[in-house]
């Protein structure tokens, strides 16, 4: 298996007497894909600031292969850096703008040649040497730009939201490429992201943040179907959350009823917060149910429908094929494995009620406007 090649340890980054990270620990593997991902302002810009020896932290120490790099500066590091607003030089062709760190190399014309041919034909531009910058879309020229980058081969490349300037449709055609390019190129790439679902889709490993600190490490997959808790489960996906008890192992009990689910390890009694997928409900005959509410809302979203539905004035979200009118009295029933259940933590109470659907949405469009004008 891959090695270890970058590692954080007790990181910790002040202004003034603002912790922005908080005794952060990580490790990074030889050419793997490893995102940051959090809500704005947890960390991520800083943590990537670090590795690339733009800044330094606070207290903590910076290891790049096995070998203490706290002082060394950026210049001096096998990585290089993407960040979202590209910067290309619009008086320079694309092959320029490539060359421009193996010209300041001073390395021979024929090979900046053959290394500025190469990294256009990685980033899927052969041949556009030539071209003007302006005669570019936004997603050709953030590829120039990663062009710009691996033209240097570093280790590792750095990048920050590299995407978040593009619309939506080419934000996710980029995603496959830039997951395609690093394959191929065979390189660590550290990426920063608030997009859940890009995470999701590039990682071989994702590091969800909050406030400065690490909230869970894993692969997409343990992300997704395994929260550690109520703010993972909140930020990765839609999830409804649900105080509950663990009267003993594989029996969860919630609205003073007992269900049955794979989780286990937990004291006799023990409170815990119940996280329920959207797409784990099944809508039954009102008898058949589980437990029975009222449809409160629906909003058809093409594949499927959102439906919101009051249990006992807790709100719960199903995405469901089925259509129940608002008003409707329904049944529920939930598969043992469609349960997940986590630990309290400090999260507990504060993410997973549906009340605010509505809003929420509203929140999440602010949130893509917002990115518009970056
Ligand atoms: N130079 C700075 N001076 C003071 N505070 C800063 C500075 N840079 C970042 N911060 C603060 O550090 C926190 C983390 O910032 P950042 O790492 O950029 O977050 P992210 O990239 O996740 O949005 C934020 O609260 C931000 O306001
Ligand atoms: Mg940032």
């Not at 990537?48 to 733009?54: A, E, N």
């Not at 041949?127 to 936004?138: A, F, M, N, Q």
């Not at 191929?184 to 590091?207: N, P, W």
């Not at 797409?279 to 005959?285: R, T």
Request: hydrophobic share 35%.
């Amino acid at each position: 298996m891959s090695k270890e090649l970058i590692r954080l340890t007790d990181c910790v980054v002040k202004y003034d007497d603002e912790v922005v990270l908080d005794r952060l620990n990580l490790y990074i593997n030889d050419k793997e894909f490893l995102t940051l991902l959090g809500p704005s302002g947890c960390g991520k810009t800083t943590t990537l600031r670090i590795i690339g020896g733009f800044q330094k932290p606070t207290s903590g120490d910076v290891f790049f292969d096995g070998k203490r790099i706290n002082d060394l500066p950026p210049h001096k590091r096998k990585v290089n850096t993407v960040f979202q607003k590209y910067a290309l030089f619009t008086h320079m062709n694309i092959f320029e703008n490539v060359a421009f760190g193996l010209r300041i190399q001073k390395r021979p014309e024929k090979e900046i040649e053959q290394r500025v041919e190469e990294a256009l034909e990685l980033v899927n531009l052969p041949g556009y040497g030539k071209r003007s910058v302006d005669s570019l879309s936004g997603g050709q020229q953030q590829r120039v730009a990663i062009a710009r980058a691996i033209v240097n081969r570093p280790q590792v490349l750095l990048l920050d939201e590299p995407l978040g300037a593009l619309d939506l449709k080419l934000r996710k055609d980029m995603q496959v490429e830039l997951k395609k390019i690093q394959q191929q190129v065979g390189i660590t790439f550290i990426y920063v992201t608030h997009d859940q679902e890009e995470a999701l889709t590039m990682s071989d490993t994702v590091v969800v943040m909050d406030k400065g600190n690490i909230q869970q490490i894993g692969t997409p997959q343990d992300i997704y179907n395994e929260p550690k808790n109520a703010f993972v489960a909140d930020f990765i996906g839609e999830s409804n959350i649900i105080d509950g008890t663990m009267p003993e192992d594989r029996v969860v009990r919630m609205y003073g009823k007992k269900f049955a689910c794979l989780d286990g390890g937990f004291a006799p009694g023990e409170a815990v917060d119940v996280v329920i997928r959207p797409e784990d409900i099944d809508i039954v005959p009102v008898e058949q149910g589980q437990l029975t509410g009222t449809v409160t809302e629906v909003t058809f979203k093409g594949m499927h429908y959102d439906i919101i539905v009051d249990f006992q004035g807790f709100k719960w979200l199903i995405q469901t094929t089925d259509y129940s009118p608002v008003g409707a009295r329904i049944g529920v029933k939930i598969d043992p494995d469609g349960f997940h259940i986590m630990k309290k933590s400090r999260y507990s109470g504060m993410f997973g009620d549906y009340s605010s659907y509505s809003s929420e949405y509203d929140e999440l469009n602010e949130d893509t406007e917002a990115d518009d004008e970056e």
